[in-house]
């Protein structure tokens, strides 16, 4: 399996994530995730919907849960044929009690099993085994229309350009 060393920090300490870069214009990967109810969702489950796929390393972390609370906001705003997916190496009981109590509408998957969306989308951070911070936009086609990895992951990814790619392509 690939290894990008250096490609993402935490609080500036160089991280390693393993798996290819993921760019404009491929292919999406196949995934298989969890959902809270431990029932298996894959790629093939979207067919046809345009995903903003909103990765995060935690729920339980400050920054996660702003992200995923900014876009279960956005929904609202997203023409019909959009879906968003947050997508976090959380435990699913840890998701679904995190949603309950927060009121998140948007489907949370976890990848706690053996990392597989992390190893096809280059999000597996392999020293800490959680997912990078990062936002994919996934069109009808099956094609990333957006993909952004941020630097370091404590900041935030820059949402107005992923929900514009989720628009443009719905």
């Known amino acids: 399996m690939q290894e990008r060393k250096g490609v993402i920090t935490f609080k500036g300490g160089p991280l390693t994530l393993i798996g290819p870069e993921v760019k404009v ?34 729920l339980d972390t400050p920054v996660c849960a702003e992200q995923t609370r900014r876009f279960n906001k956005e929904t609202a ?3 019909a044929g959009v879906e968003v997916l947050t997508i976090t190496a959380d435990l699913p009981f840890a998701q679904g009690r995190f949603c ?7 489907a949370t998957l976890s990848d706690h099993r053996d990392m597989a969306f992390g190893d096809a989308y280059g999000t597996h951070i392999k020293e800490l085994r959680l997912e990078a911070r990062a936002i994919f936009v996934v069109g009808k086609d099956g094609k990333v229309k957006h993909a952004e990895y941020v630097k370091e992951v404590t900041e935030h990814p820059d949402y107005e350009k992923a929900l514009q790619a989720a628009k443009a392509n719905a």
Do not use: M, R
């Not at 298996?40 to 995060?56: F, M, N, P, Q, R």
């Open 77 to 79: 705003n997203l023409p």
């Open 100 to 106: 309950g109590g927060e009121n998140i509408k948007i």
């Open 25 to 58: 214009g491929d292919n999406a990967p196949h995934f298989k995730l969890l959902t809270n109810s431990l029932q298996e969702v894959t790629l093939d489950h979207y067919k046809g919907k345009t995903l903003i796929l909103s990765v995060a390393p935690s």
